[in-house]
């Protein structure tokens, strides 16, 4: 079946710092794959996405790459914020013919970025 | 367009109590879904529906029903609440099951 490994957190950082939140992933088919950020109090929302192997989705300087040799898809961004501070879900679909499955959601990282 | 709201945005209620969670989007979304999100276990899905008068289970659908009488409406019921139920509820819609999905704001239901 269809499934996605997250790493479990928390991660806590400074402001500034490097992240990376690593996300694998298990499919049959050809997946497409989805990050997306919970901010406190707050639904989930996508934050970036990718649909075939070699891209790369990136929004509000999140990045994070389709990697299909080693199944991952892991999220990236060069100086976190305060703001950055929310809880991280990775995701995947599989299309296939007669209509695409349903999301994969991983378990969720939990990100704390302090001052 | 106010994409997805839920109401209410909390409750209370005693255990063997019934209510009904309600969820309506605005953008001719045919898929939308049900989860509830407990610590440590992620977005767990409920039941779903593809469109208009129909309707699955997901993984944890005992103790709720749903029906889907128009594209805009996802009801969610609690048929008589328990305190495994305690959870945060999140509607999503989309236009197909494996898109986008897009997430209310949740209700945070406890029953005591």
């Known amino acids: 079946g269809n499934s996605v490994t997250q790493m479990e957190g928390p991660v806590t950082l400074s402001e500034e710092a490097f992240l990376t939140i690593n996300c694998t992933y298990t499919?049959?088919?050809?997946?497409?794959l989805f990050w997306y950020v919970q901010y406190p109090g707050e639904g989930l929302q996508l934050l970036l996405k990718?649909?075939?192997?070699?891209d790369k989705g990136s929004n509000k300087g999140f990045e994070a790459t389709y990697r299909k040799e080693t199944t991952s898809f892991h999220l990236e961004k060069g100086s976190v914020q305060v703001s950055d501070s929310a809880v991280y879900f990775c995701?995947?679909?599989?299309?296939?013919?007669?209509?695409?499955?349903?999301?994969?959601f991983g378990k969720g990282t939990k990100l704390t970025v302090n001052p | 367009n106010a994409g997805v709201t839920q109401t209410p945005k909390f409750q209370v209620l005693k255990t063997g109590q019934s209510m009904t969670l309600q969820c309506a989007q605005d953008?001719?979304?045919?898929?939308m879904s049900w989860y509830r999100q407990d610590p440590g276990m992620g977005l767990r899905l409920i039941h779903y529906?593809?469109?208009?008068?129909?309707?699955d289970q997901g993984e944890v659908p005992n103790g709720y029903n749903v029906s889907r009488s128009t594209t805009e409406d996802f009801p969610l019921r609690l048929l008589s609440a328990a305190p495994s139920q305690t959870s945060v509820y999140f509607c999503?819609?989309?236009?197909?099951?494996?898109?986008?999905?897009?997430f209310g704001p949740g209700t945070r239901l406890t029953v005591t």
């Open positions: 529906s593809v469109g208009a008068g129909i309707t």
């Open positions: 999503a819609s989309s236009y197909f099951s494996g898109d986008e999905q897009y």
């Open positions: 995701a995947l679909s599989v299309f296939r013919e007669g209509g695409s499955e349903k999301l994969v």
């Open positions: 499919a049959t088919g050809y997946p497409s």
């Open positions: 990718a649909t075939k192997a070699d």
């Open positions: 953008m001719n979304h045919e898929y």
